[in-house]
């Protein structure tokens, strides 16, 4: 398990990049988008999954890539959370082929309760953990969904279960605010040994396979080990 204290994620060979949010379309994703191309296999397709939103959307993060070099893909946005696209033999295969996988949009839970229901999560394992090195990249409730516990902003209280791929963390995107940030704080006190993470917009935290911790970005990251108060 890569870990560089308080930080620890799964093990695997590819690299989990957690993105506070921004616009794709308006060039606000331009360098994180760049660093993840740096580093990924692009021969691989990429796959882009959206939480919720039109189909035009999930195309236009997959059009962000291609416009900065990287290859053509699959985009699609979830529209329930029983999507029965998750199970199709197609889709599994082509996460069995990807480089990349970007889960997007706002509604983690929706993303998490989707992707524990289908088969395509044991392929996202699978896919990550071996030779294949497939990326993570979540993005807004995309990265919430990555963390051990992702929480609902528009229902405050204790955190459901998340991908766990990033483990004992809470993800809280679009931060704008210190450590005491009202959603941050709620959640802690209801996981009061998770770690807390307030990503910004247009800024991300990478985290690679052979420990590597790195920030993309315009802002900074912050980092709360125990809640006080």
Known sequence: MPQRPPLAWLDGEGWIVLIGGGDPGRGDLDEPFGHILNRINLDRPVIV???EGSESRATEVLDA??????PGGY???LQSVEDERLAR???LDLISEAGLLHLGGEDALRLTRALRRSPALGRIVAAF?????LTLVGCAGGARALGAWAG???RPGPAHHGLDFVHNTLIVPHFTQTEAHPELRTLLRHHPHALGLGLPDRTALA???RGDVERWGEGEITAVVKMQG
């Open 152 to 154: 609902d902003p528009a």
């Open 89 to 91: 033999p197609d889709f």
């Open 207 to 209: 985290l690679g396979p």
């Open 129 to 133: 953990a071996t030779l294949q090195g």
């Open 65 to 70: 890539y291609t416009a900065l070099g990287g």
């Open 49 to 51: 999954l959206m939480a």
């Open 75 to 77: 985009a699609m946005a």
